[in-house]
């Protein structure tokens, strides 16, 4: 009697067939890698816009809450107030550009405050008097992509609070 032996490994099929099965999970992990990947660069997309427009809110009340006087007879797209140094500036919201300016009055220096803006609205309201402004809520509405965000701070004039 021969004994016949036994082969042992995998056949073509088995390989073709691991192969396959492995190039799948590949392709799966490197396609969810690569959403990964861009939703991280979107995030920081976002967290760099919306951190911008806090900073430049930030930086209109804490001088709005110290100025010497506001001009109360600006646009809504714009707010003119001294400063405590004696600055005299303004905040100005221009829609062809959509971008906030910091103006400094004397010379005309402008610089860009806030980029992505998509509208800018700084309501007034006024003293008993009428002649010049309690407070001043700015609204701003930042954009990046198709994600659109509002944001929105108060400040009371001090020197006004009578």
Known sequence: MQKTRRKTGFTMAELLLAVAIGGMLLAAVAFAFNASAINCRENEEIFK?????????????????TADAVDPNTPSNACSFIAADGQDITYE???A??????ITNVDGSTYVLCDNV??????????????????VLVS??????DMQRKLSAAAAVRKNLD
Request: glycine letters at 4%.
């Open 49 to 65: 816009t919306m951190n911008n427009a806090r900073q430049a809110l930030f930086r209109i009340t804490s001088q709005l809450r």
């Open 93 to 95: 919201y221009r829609i």
């Open 97 to 102: 550009d959509k971008k906030l300016y910091l």
């Open 118 to 135: 998509t509208a800018v609205t700084f309501t007034k309201t006024l003293t008993d008097d009428g002649l010049d402004c309690k407070s």
């Open 140 to 145: 701003m509405t930042v954009m990046y992509g």
